[in-house]
């Protein structure tokens, strides 16, 4: 019954953003483990993907009701809960990682981890190709992060 009850009202809990928000909120503790940005950037690409590739909807339980988010209600979804996560992460951590360092490496092992607790293919609706994208796209905007990073500090 709890388990219930826990997924009807707590479903919000098994999207990877809200783990991401929730790290970037208790930052004073989790800011020399975890690699927010790297965290932050993963959200925006997998984020983007769901909002405007594949399936361009989130769908959950609360109590009685299934939400549906989908069309502008996506879009600003979208925007309030990624992108500006993003630009705050940015904003406030951007000088302080490495993408090779341990906190990197911890960021990995946490997405890991909820690969492992989450069906994540369930909660985003992901096919397998949806999988395979959404990685190879979080690999080149890693790429072009990293470029970027190193062209502002040779300046």
Not at 76 to 91: A, G, K, N, Q
Not at 124 to 149: C, E, G, N, P
Request: charged content about 10%; overall charge neutral; glycine content about 4%.
């Amino acid at each position: 019954m709890f388990v219930d009850i826990a997924d009807r009202y707590l479903y919000v809990l098994k999207f990877f953003s809200t783990w991401v928000v929730f790290l970037t909120l208790m930052s004073k503790y989790t800011a020399g483990t975890l690699n927010l940005v790297f965290l932050a950037i993963f959200v925006i690409v997998g984020g983007a993907y769901i909002s405007y590739v594949y399936p361009r909807y989130y769908a959950y339980p609360f109590g009685p009701w299934q939400i549906k988010v989908q069309g502008a209600a996506m879009g600003f979804t979208d925007y309030f809960f990624h992108l500006m996560l993003l630009i705050y992460v940015l904003e406030t951590f951007g000088d302080k990682y490495s993408l090779f360092s341990v906190q990197t490496l911890n960021s990995i092992a946490l997405m890991v981890v909820y690969w492992l607790l989450i069906d994540y293919k369930e909660v985003y609706h992901l096919r397998s190709i949806d999988v395979k994208a959404i990685a190879v796209m979080f690999a080149v905007t890693l790429a072009v992060f990293l470029s970027m990073q190193s062209l502002v500090t040779m300046n």
